[in-house]
């Protein structure tokens, strides 16, 4: 998995989200046969009220509000549809794509044509759009520094951000954090780092 997309689940991770990366959208070709038309770095599925490490309760675990800029409804299920960059937050063209958007909402779960091309246009043109049985969409992205356009119809937050946000859950709660041996490739880093600084197994 790639480095940054890795961060970017272990953010959503720590908020609440379900997800799945490196989704492939594949289209099938009127002359047959099939082709790869991109992949969707992060989905993301977020119900009302989650957000944790662990359980809290017997089994101890710690609980956490979810970081206010990343706009959490506790109203409603929240999906993002998510690109990942390195450098500029800059959505690229194929994630414009009615093709690639409707595929994407279709792992969700089956939605009607119309319905789907509805939902498609206001991701396209708002960066956000509303199912009716109480579903927020939205278009996000990922990167390291801001959109080199001024006005983006997407939501974005960078990745130092991303990561302030984790080291500050991690020193917040640190004597129930230092315990988990997490096989995530960035939370494991994080934790390793901060285990080797602070002198501590």
Known sequence: ?????????????????????????????????????????????????????????????????????????????????????????????????PLVLRAAIGRVGRIKAELADELVDGLIRDGIAMHPFGIRMRLMVFGSKPPSHGHNAYSWLSHGHIHRWLRSKLDEHWDVVKTIQSKDPALGFMLLDEKAKRGEA
């Open 1 to 97: 998995m790639d480095t940054a997309v890795s961060l970017v689940q272990t953010y959503l991770y720590a908020n609440g989200y379900f997800t799945v990366t490196e989704y492939p959208i594949v289209e099938n070709m009127p002359t047959g046969g099939a082709r790869t038309l991109t992949d969707v770095d992060v989905l993301g599925v977020r119900f009302p009220g989650a957000g944790s490490i662990s359980l809290n309760g017997e089994t101890g675990g710690v609980e956490f509000e979810p970081d206010v800029e990343l706009g959490c409804s506790e109203e409603v299920i929240d999906v993002i549809i998510a690109e990942v960059k390195e450098g500029a937050a800059d959505l690229n063209r194929s994630a414009l794509d």
